[in-house]
């Protein structure tokens, strides 16, 4: 079961470099969202997505875009890398049913130097 | 909006220990209520639920009650193991609002031998 799968799972940038963190989930899930964590800030929804082809921003949406071409992948791209960027990013997915929990990756831990 | 509060951390408890961690919620209706844990370098993990008021929601020992006259749903177990060491996360949900989760900001336990 590989459930949600994020890569890579660690990444150096310079400032203003961009990239792109994938996603992909082989569970059938219509939601998916990209959360990044902080120490003391908790988790902040940056995009979430309820089915393919669609976006939408979540709370902290500034500097980052995404993609959902295919239902299985949500992409999360950085065009010009700040340093406040420096995070741990984390995918999730979900049934769109209700009482369903959300399925989270293993993170990929991004610094911005 | 609907908002999560937890327990302020970090609880430290010796092996053998009951553990309690409180958690209250603020939201219009009846949200779904989730607890996670997240290891050291992992993504969240559902660890329980429970959808419905009067609910209980268990699993690996521990035990969470879905109170709607407190508007609480507070996490215990009754003998911590040092392997329960982690960040326990409280949340909930409603499936109408993208299946987007609202979190609290995370309490981190460690169980010492």
């Known amino acids: 079961n590989a459930g949600v799968t994020q890569t890579p799972k660690f990444r150096v940038l310079k400032t203003g470099q961009s990239m792109t963190l994938l996603c992909a989930q082989d569970?059938?899930?219509?939601?998916m969202y990209w959360y990044r964590q902080d120490p003391g800030m908790g988790l902040r929804l940056i995009h979430y997505?309820?089915?393919?082809?669609?976006?939408a921003k979540g709370e902290v949406p500034d500097g980052y875009n995404v993609s959902r071409l295919k239902k299985q992948n949500f992409l999360l791209g950085l065009e010009s890398a700040a340093p406040s960027q420096t995070s741990v990013y984390f995918c999730?997915?979900?049934?769109?049913?209700?009482?369903?929990?959300?399925?989270f990756g293993d993170g990929t831990r991004l610094s911005i130097l | 909006g609907d908002s999560v509060t937890q327990m302020e951390g970090p609880v430290t408890l010796s092996e053998e220990a009951f553990l309690t961690i409180n958690c209250t919620y603020t939201a219009t209706g009846y949200p779904s209520l989730f607890w996670y844990v997240q290891y050291p370098g992992e993504g969240l993990q559902l660890l329980l639920k429970a959808t419905k008021a009067d609910d209980k929601g268990s699993n690996k020992g521990f035990e969470a009650t879905y109170r709607k006259e407190t508007t609480s749903f507070h996490l215990e177990k009754g003998s911590v193991q040092v392997s329960d060491s982690a960040v326990y996360f409280c949340?909930?949900?409603?499936?109408?609002?993208?299946?987007?989760?609202?979190f609290g900001d995370g309490t981190t336990l460690t169980v010492k031998p």
């Open positions: 997505s309820v089915g393919e082809g669609t976006t």
């Open positions: 949340a909930l949900s409603f499936n109408t609002n993208a299946g987007k989760s609202t």
């Open positions: 999730a997915s979900r049934l769109d049913r209700d009482g369903q929990p959300q399925h």
């Open positions: 569970m059938n899930h219509e939601y």
